[in-house]
């Protein structure tokens, strides 16, 4: 048979058998259809050793995206852009990334644990019944999992959670990373874009180390947090004196993890029901602020009632008392932060960092900074000489100096904050001469050292005087006893 004969009969057993299946379509009554089709189905199950799972890209009565699909789609992204033909790209983090995935009817093959799969990408299309000289038509994508049958314990368990799990890992890194705050019960978020980092951060080394270990192995605990039957959060309490980097660590702290930010305004919230409210809205993935919690509130360990003489002055001028009464807003209390920081509500949304910052830690009640609230505390002091290094080398791009001796000398013995330290070596000219900025910042560490020195001397004189009134005074006392005794004999 010559290859145009063979062709044309081909091609007449293909038109036989589609008016053989019109006829079936047309002249069969559905009930014997469909009944020749479950059976044609399990037919076809016993040749065909392969299993498809499909997963929709819409799934629900509300249309609502599927979880899982993203996840898929963030999981394939890596492999579709190594194997498929045609892909399709997206900016995310701020315009700063591009992602690939596989365009539609794409296949590509993947590996686990020595069992070969493949992914296909597809849409089904279906017209909407509207009379338009623009017709719409509604796409639903889904992604199919072809598998041999032999393997199915293998890929509904194991493999389809990894493929969860690192579909998720990938999203939070791809993510746009925001600073939230308050208004009231209502988030707000802005691009958080800062740049602080621990390479940058001014604290000992040692120190620094310490921190990073301890935030990494936070990050990575999720199955031992479950074993212990924790919620999985941690609680950190930074404090010092103001300039010393809190909020430059918390800063450092996201970028080091990739977590979101939350920043509270607790006299902003009405009470502890709008509080729990803010709190179930979170993200996991997160880092919970409030700052400056001494005073945010009436949540220290000296917590009075009036005192007699605000109650007078109430009772004799009403109008005085509703006007007080009025800027009363926030009825937050402490028992409902300890709830917010660790009661039962503190578990929704896992994998959140909850960090207090404070300028006056003896001022914080000590129930709410005990271990299993804030389990990590974290003081961030004046400036040493090796916090010094790393902000002349941010600042001036320098390894050593001929006045780092010196420097290290002062350091020893004045008092100045890391912000007072990075403002001398701040360029102050077009030249940005490093000399120039040690040689102020010497002066002013001086000077520092100077006002440290008479301010100890002032207080050793009020101390000796002090001691000297005390001495006169009972010797006072016990020259009118001696008296007084005299008379009376």
Same mark, same amino acid.
């Given at each position: 048979?010559?290859? *145009?004969?063979?062709?044309?009969?081909?091609?007449? +057993?293909?038109?036989?058998?589609?008016?053989?299946?019109?006829?079936?379509?047309?002249?069969?009554?559905?009930?014997?259809?469909?009944?020749? =089709?479950?059976?044609?189905?399990?037919?076809?199950?016993?040749?065909?050793?392969?299993?498809?799972?499909?997963?929709?890209?819409?799934?629900?009565?509300? /249309?609502?995206?599927?979880?899982?699909?993203?996840?898929?789609?963030?999981?394939?992204?890596?492999?579709?852009?190594?194997?498929?033909?045609?892909?399709?790209?997206? +900016?995310?983090?701020?315009?700063?990334?591009?992602?690939?995935?596989?365009?539609?009817?794409?296949?590509?093959?993947?590996?686990? *644990?020595?069992?070969?799969?493949?992914?296909?990408?597809?849409?089904?299309?279906?017209?909407?019944?509207?009379? @338009?000289? #623009?017709?719409?038509?509604?796409?639903?994508?889904?992604?199919?999992?072809?598998?041999?049958?032999?393997?199915?314990?293998? !890929?509904?368990?194991?493999?389809?959670?990894?493929?969860?799990?690192?579909?998720?890992? +990938?999203?939070?890194?791809?993510?746009?990373?925001?600073?939230?705050?308050?208004?009231?019960?209502?988030?707000?978020?802005?691009?958080?874009?800062?740049?602080?980092?621990?390479?940058? /951060?001014? !604290? =000992?080394?040692?120190?620094?180390?310490?921190?990073?270990?301890?935030?990494?192995?936070?990050?990575?605990?999720? &199955?031992? #947090?479950?074993?212990?039957?924790?919620?999985?959060?941690?609680?950190?309490?930074?404090?010092?004196?103001?300039?010393?980097?809190?909020?430059?660590?918390?800063?450092?702290?996201?970028?080091?993890?990739?977590?979101?930010?939350?920043?509270?305004?607790l006299t902003a919230v009405k009470d502890n029901t709008e509080?729990?409210?803010?709190? !179930?809205?979170?993200? @996991?993935?997160?880092?919970?602020?409030?700052?400056?919690?001494?005073?945010?509130?009436?949540?220290?360990?000296?917590?009075?009632?009036?005192?007699?003489?605000?109650?007078?002055?109430?009772?004799?001028?009403?109008?005085?008392?509703?006007?007080?009464?009025?800027?009363?807003?926030?009825?937050?209390?402490?028992?409902?932060?300890?709830?917010? !920081?660790?009661?039962?509500?503190?578990?929704?949304?896992?994998?959140?960092?909850?960090?207090?910052?404070?300028?006056?830690? =003896?001022?914080? $009640?000590?129930?709410? +900074?005990?271990?299993?609230?804030? $389990?990590?505390?974290?003081?961030?002091? #004046?400036?040493?000489? &090796?916090?010094?290094?790393?902000?002349?080398?941010?600042?001036?791009?320098?390894?050593?100096?001929?006045?780092?001796?010196?420097?290290?000398?002062? /350091?020893? &013995?004045?008092?100045?904050?890391?912000?007072?330290?990075?403002?001398? /070596?701040?360029?102050?000219?077009?030249?940005?001469?490093?000399?120039?900025?040690?040689?102020?910042?010497?002066?002013?560490?001086?000077?520092?050292?100077?006002?440290?020195?008479?301010?100890?001397?002032?207080?050793?004189?009020?101390?000796?005087?002090?001691?000297? =009134?005390?001495?006169?005074?009972?010797?006072?006392?016990? $020259?009118?006893?001696?008296?007084?005794?005299?008379?009376v004999h």
């Open positions: 048979m010559f290859p *145009r004969d063979m062709i044309a009969h081909l091609g007449s +057993i293909a038109a036989s058998l589609m008016f053989i299946w019109a006829v079936f379509q047309q002249y069969f009554p559905y009930q014997f259809r469909s009944y020749i =089709e479950k059976y044609s189905q399990r037919l076809v199950s016993f040749v065909y050793p392969y299993i498809q799972i499909t997963f929709n890209e819409f799934t629900g009565e509300r /249309l609502m995206r599927s979880e899982a699909y993203s996840a898929i789609e963030n999981y394939l992204s890596s492999t579709s852009s190594l194997q498929a033909k045609r892909l399709k790209a997206d +900016i995310v983090k701020n315009n700063q990334s591009l992602v690939l995935s596989m365009d539609d009817h794409e296949e590509v093959a993947d590996e686990f *644990r020595g069992v070969k799969l493949w992914w296909a990408s597809g849409k089904h299309i279906a017209k909407t019944q509207s009379f @338009s000289l #623009y017709p719409v038509t509604d796409e639903k994508r889904f992604y199919k999992l072809t598998f041999h049958k032999r393997h199915r314990d293998i !890929i509904v368990g194991p493999y389809l959670k990894h493929v969860l799990k690192e579909g998720r890992a +990938i999203k939070v890194r791809n993510r746009q990373r925001k600073l939230y705050t308050n208004n009231g019960s209502m988030w707000s978020h802005v691009v958080f874009e800062h740049p602080a980092t621990f390479q940058t /951060l001014a !604290i =000992e080394p040692d120190k620094k180390k310490e921190i990073m270990e301890d935030l990494t192995t936070f990050s990575k605990a999720e &199955e031992f #947090y479950s074993r212990i039957g924790r919620a999985w959060k941690r609680g950190y309490l930074l404090y010092g004196p103001p300039g010393t980097g809190k909020s430059t660590m918390i800063a450092a702290m996201a970028n080091l993890l990739g977590y979101d930010i939350y920043d509270l305004e509080l729990r409210k803010l709190l !179930i809205e979170t993200s @996991s993935k997160s880092i919970i602020v409030i700052e400056d919690i001494d005073c945010s509130l009436d949540l220290t360990g000296q917590r009075k009632k009036k005192n007699e003489k605000e109650e007078q002055e109430d009772m004799k001028d009403p109008r005085q008392k509703l006007t007080k009464e009025d800027h009363k807003i926030s009825q937050v209390t402490l028992s409902g932060l300890l709830n917010f !920081i660790d009661g039962l509500w503190s578990a929704c949304g896992g994998e959140r960092l909850i960090v207090f910052t404070t300028n006056f830690v =003896e001022k914080l $009640d000590p129930a709410l +900074i005990r271990k299993g609230r804030m $389990d990590k505390h974290i003081e961030l002091s #004046y400036c040493g000489f &090796e916090a010094f290094k790393v902000l002349a080398k941010n600042y001036q791009k320098l390894e050593s100096h001929n006045l780092y001796s010196r420097i290290q000398e002062l /350091l020893a &013995e004045a008092r100045m904050t890391p912000a007072e330290v990075a403002e001398h /070596l701040m360029p102050k000219t077009a030249s940005g001469d490093p000399e120039t900025c040690l040689e102020s910042l010497i002066q002013a560490l001086e000077s520092a050292k100077e006002e440290a020195r008479l301010k100890a001397e002032k207080e050793a004189e009020d101390k000796e005087l002090s001691g000297q =009134e005390e001495t006169t005074e009972i010797q006072v006392l016990v $020259d009118k006893n001696v008296r007084d005794e005299n008379s």
